[in-house]
């Protein structure tokens, strides 16, 4: 059963992320992240890590792409990709390049022992996960609401319209 | 005063020196010169109060101060010391005493000049340079004040060194002087290895008592060569004499303190520092020494009728008067020679403040051609010139004719070498009277008021005249003789020469004849055509084309051939090749920068890969 | 665990490199960043899988961060690449090379 699920999610984030590579029109390429997310949830589910799962829906799959989408509109990103590329042959050395990594990472990965050990109980669940956050990694926590804070300040300020970013300036 | 008081001397002046270079600008004209003369004038009550001990307690002679541990080697060893002794104590009381007056003399004479503090923190050098020479108790630190006052030299005669032709003139004097060194050196080392130590008593003490097999010895004859030859550069001699006249480019009183009093009888001063590694060195002294000394004289005397600059006439005039040091100390006149070096000292430098005097109150001129009755409106600098030329002369009984006729005296003995001097006798005589006729007498024709010095330079002159006409008595055998009884001992206690009559009429005689000459040829300020003779000694017999031919044309174009070859195209062409192989270098790694962001991303997977590999594969 | 720990790891791996070629091929800036989103999910799932593996909630917890971090990345960088486009009219990732020496 777990090994069906496996090769399911496994197959269908393949999938998607070649389609995050290969599709032409951007919309394509959202959509494609979308299905790699939700099989990675699946898989999170399968290695006792729940909440993770959930963030994973709620975070990535449902505020992150939703903001690739809004952007996406919002440039009418077309294909632009009509000009021949000053950097011809990127694909020839990419491919090979990335295959080599590939075996070279997964030659790595499978030389790690990999006996599973028994978890307990409420593994990966959101009363652990809390209890670790604001237990040990309680100082990661504050940093990184604070990096959400400079994100959120650092939008505002790219994202208003020229003119009155320089109106504000002028007034002072 | 106790042997403490020896370093003090020196240091005075030095301290002088450094303070006037350092804050000269903050103490103004009446600081520096106070600093200046007093630091001067200390050194010499100090010299004074030091030789009074030194004669008053025969016992104890000489003190020697050893300062520190300079040099040492094993078991050779060289301390930095001082000495005091006669021959010391003679030079310090010239140095510092007539240094004295020349120091207050350039307080007026160097008032408009701007740079004030740098001359007399220059001549406060100088004078602490020569002490160290004078006082060193070793060669070595002889050799330290040798090389000192030669730097002093360099910087003064070139004080001006704006003026191309004085900026010139230091570096010729610094290179012929260079030479000399050169064989300075080798005879220090020379006479080092050979004797095995640098210190004056040590060297005595061997060679003195019989000398053991060192008498004559080869080595020791060329030790001697080496190091008169090191003193010929130092003093003008054939053939290292070039630099002299050209070095009157400097500022007046420094050619009276320097190259007539002081740092020029450096190389006297040396040979009778070594007299006992001369005596025993067999031929030199007769040989060479007299010779030398004899044919620079009568040389020099020469060529200094012809010349219009009465500077240059004085230079040579100097030039000569060294010639007739060395010729006493060649025949064995050690004293005579030291006698003549101080009353030469007295009328030379007299000369030239003289001199000074009227280019003051001429602004500059000081051209033979354009001088002239300058008698009227410069009265005072008149009787000076008159007294120094006449005691130059030898026209008794000024005090040239006392050391004069000492040097004659000791002379007799070798007859080419005593008609060689008397003949230069003539020779001197005539050239003073030339410069006084051209310079002072007939009618006022010069353009300005000329008038007598101001009180600054007027009392040093004033001091030098008396020096000049009386100083000649302290060698006069029926006042005891002063001179000699004080040096003498310096020798082995030689009494001075008892006066053979006959001898002193004529070289009064000789020397008259030689006045009489110059009036008669140059009355009414003429000057005698002389022809093809004139000629030869406008060109210097030669000598300075010689030394144009040989040395300069050659030198000229090595550094012609070294700065164009060589370092133009040689040096240069390799730093410049370099540089364009790092431009090359950089254009070529400036095409990888394409700004492409993914083609840098490509370029950091790459990477990453052969790092994993290597991880990997380990 | 009946799915052994390297086939996720292998799994991971791939996903990595898939989403580093994309970054390598791809011209459109937003394509770029969804690359780079995949990378990152990538090694979340190294994380989690090593989480399970040695039983500690750290790894999970790393991939906890990495996610609060990623959110904070996309929005800078997509507010950055709006003004972009705004002054420049291109999302052409080749067209931003000002940097060229």
Known sequence: MEVLLFALSAVLSLAGGLGVVVARQPVHSALSLLVVLGALAVLYLTLAAEFLAVLQVIVYAGAIVVLFLFVIMLLHARTPETRPSPVGAQAAVAVPLGLALWVGLSSAALQLPARASRVPEGFGSTEAVGRELFGTFLLPFEVASLLLVVGIVAAVVLGSSPSSYERRGRER | ?618 | MTVPAGAYLVLSAALFTLGTVGVLVRRTALVLFMSIELMLNAVNLAFVTLARVHGDLGGQLAAFFVLVVAAVEVVVGLSILVHIFRTRDTVDVDEVDLLRG
């Open chain 2, 1 to 618: 005063m106790g042997a403490w008081a020896v370093p003090w001397v020196v240091a005075l002046p030095l301290a002088g020196a450094l303070v006037n270079g350092l804050w000269g600008g903050r103490l103004g004209r009446r600081g520096v010169s106070l600093v200046a003369c007093l630091s001067v004038l200390g050194a010499f009550l100090l010299s004074v109060a030091l030789t009074r001990d030194l004669v008053a307690s025969p016992g104890a002679e000489d003190r020697t101060v050893r300062l520190f541990e300079w040099i040492a080697v094993g078991d050779f060893r060289i301390p930095a010391a001082l000495v005091w002794d006669r021959l010391a104590a003679l030079l310090a009381l010239v140095v510092t005493g007539v240094g004295f007056l020349i120091h207050v003399y350039s307080v007026g004479y160097m008032a408009e000049d701007p740079d004030y503090s740098r001359y007399f923190t220059y001549l406060n050098l100088f004078v602490a340079s020569m002490l160290v020479l004078v006082l060193g108790a070793n060669l070595l630190v002889l050799f330290v004040g040798w090389e000192l006052v030669g730097l002093c030299s360099y910087l003064l005669i070139g004080f001006w060194f704006e003026r191309p032709a004085a900026a010139a003139a230091g570096r010729k004097a610094f290179v012929v002087n260079r030479v000399g060194d050169a064989a300075f050196v080798l005879g220090i080392l020379s006479t080092g290895s050979l004797l095995g130590t640098l210190d004056f008593r040590e060297m005595a003490r061997l060679l003195g008592e019989g000398g053991g097999g060192l008498r004559g010895h080869p080595a020791l004859v060329t030790s001697a060569l080496l190091l008169f030859a090191g003193a010929t550069g130092k003093s003008a001699q054939l053939p290292l004499y070039v630099w002299l006249p050209d070095a009157m480019e400097g500022p007046t009183p420094v050619s009276a303190l320097i190259h007539a009093a002081t740092m020029v009888t450096a190389g006297v001063f040396l040979v009778g520092r070594l007299w006992p590694l001369f005596e025993a060195a067999g031929p030199v002294l007769p040989w060479v020494v007299a010779p030398v000394g004899a044919a620079t004289a009568l040389f020099a005397a020469t060529v200094a009728v012809v010349q219009y600059d009465l500077k240059r006439v004085l230079a040579y005039s100097t030039i000569s008067q060294l010639g007739y040091m060395f010729l006493a100390l060649g025949v064995g006149g050690g004293t005579a020679a030291f006698f003549h070096l101080t009353t030469h000292a007295f009328f030379k430098a007299l000369l030239f403040l003289a001199a000074g005097s009227v280019m003051h109150a001429l602004h500059g001129q000081i051209d033979l051609r354009r001088l002239g009755g300058l008698w009227k409106s410069m009265p005072f600098t008149f009787l000076g010139f008159v007294v120094g030329a006449a005691s130059l002369s030898g026209i008794p009984p000024l005090s040239g004719f006392w050391s004069k006729e000492e040097i004659l005296h000791a002379a007799h003995g070798s007859g080419a070498l005593w008609l060689v001097a008397l003949g230069t006798s003539f020779v001197t005589a005539y050239y003073a009277t030339r410069a006084t006729v051209l310079a002072f007498l007939g009618d006022p024709h010069s353009p300005g008021r000329p008038h007598d010095p101001p009180a600054a330079m007027a009392w040093p002159l004033a001091g030098l005249v008396v020096l000049s006409a009386v100083g000649g008595f302290l060698g006069a055998k029926w006042l005891g003789a002063p001179f000699h009884a004080f040096l003498g001992p310096a020798w082995g206690g030689h009494e001075a020469p008892a006066p053979d009559l006959g001898a002193v009429a004529l070289a009064v005689a000789v020397a008259t004849a030689g006045v009489v000459a110059g009036w008669l040829a140059h009355r009414g300020r003429r000057e005698p055509q002389l022809g093809p003779v004139r000629r030869a000694l406008e060109a210097q017999w030669g000598v300075e084309a010689l030394y144009e031919a040989a040395v300069v044309r050659p030198g000229q174009a090595l550094a012609h051939l070294l700065s164009e070859a060589v370092d133009l195209r040689g040096v240069d062409r390799a730093a410049s090749a370099l540089a364009e192989v790092v431009v090359r270098a950089g254009s070529t790694i400036r095409t990888w920068q394409t700004g492409n962001v993914r083609q840098y991303a490509a370029g950091l997977l790459a990477g990453a890969v052969v790092l994993f590999a290597y991880w990997v594969l380990r």
